[in-house]
């Protein structure tokens, strides 16, 4: 999203991804395109592995006039704790969630660091997103992104909800017990496709099965929400794998908006 260097229009380049131009506008239109009324934004990541500060993603969201809400990303230290909190209680109207990167930062989900983050979200009933399964850097640390290590805090934080991003790729079976097992766990679908590769149709195939496999075994799609990550997968290509999913037409539909707009109240 090219935005200027005045605060309100800054202009921070990003690195393009899957030929997508990365503005505020294309996302937008997107969006429109596809008839999709709102969504979430995240800190995405700049040239270099740099994250867009926080208060920039809310004036995007700000910019977006109503169509996106902004999600606050917390890295494992005191400081960007409680500036995390900060910012979310200066915006509690806009701000619907926050996001914690395991795998890619030093810390796990149940490090003492986050525990005023995770009072604060239940206190005010914010979900908090985690990172899982594969990371997009072989130097990330699957010891603390495998979605099973979500399994002591979903028991210790049963207030907290949980959405585990990703489903957990490749471990989707094991995020299929834990959104079985936990009332407050959640997973998305979001960046599953990253581009065209070897056995690119096969890949689908397999996600499209993994994904549904899972629903069975949840006993329906309550728990899954739908997502992209843009610019790392496509609006075109999230939404052609809920039409490959073998589930029923209500479960996509509470895939595609349903569950996200109860449990962001969006």
């Not at 935005?3 to 991804?17: G, V, Y």
């Not at 994250?51 to 910019?63: M, P």
């Not at 409680?82 to 701000?95: G, T």
């Not at 496709?193 to 397999?206: H, V």
Request: aromatic share 8%; charged share 25%; net charge negative.
């Amino acid at each position: 999203m090219h935005l200027s260097e005045r605060e309100d229009d800054a202009l921070i380049r990003f690195a393009r991804m899957n030929g997508l131009s990365y503005t505020l506008d294309e996302l937008l239109s997107t969006m429109e395109r596809y008839g999709i009324v709102r969504g979430l934004l995240l800190s995405p990541p700049l040239q270099g592995a740099a994250s867009l500060a926080n208060d920039k993603i809310i004036t995007l969201c700000t910019r977006s006039k109503g169509r996106l809400a902004p999600v606050v990303t917390v890295e494992p230290t005191a400081k960007d704790v409680r500036s995390a909190i900060k910012l979310a209680e200066e915006n509690k109207k806009e701000v619907k969630a926050f996001k914690v990167r395991l795998g890619y930062v030093k810390a796990s989900a149940e490090s003492p660091v986050f525990k005023g983050l995770y009072d604060y979200a239940e206190s005010e009933g914010l979900p908090v997103l985690f990172h899982t399964g594969d990371t997009a850097l072989s130097t990330g640390d699957l010891s603390c992104s495998h979605p099973l290590t979500l399994d002591g805090l979903a028991n210790k934080r049963e207030r907290l909800t949980m959405i585990l991003c990703h489903f957990g790729n490749p471990w989707f079976e094991d995020v299929a017990e834990l959104i079985y097992k936990h009332l407050n766990v959640y997973a998305d679908i979001s960046g599953l496709i990253t581009g065209s590769k070897g056995y690119a149709e096969k890949y689908l195939e397999w996600l499209a099965k993994k994904i549904s496999e899972a629903i069975y075994f949840a006993g329906g799609a309550e728990k899954v929400i739908f997502g992209t990550d843009y610019p790392v997968t496509k609006h075109a290509e999230a939404l052609d794998l809920v039409r490959r999913l073998d589930v029923e037409e209500s479960d996509k539909e509470k895939i595609l908006w349903g569950n996200a707009e109860r449990v962001f109240r969006l």
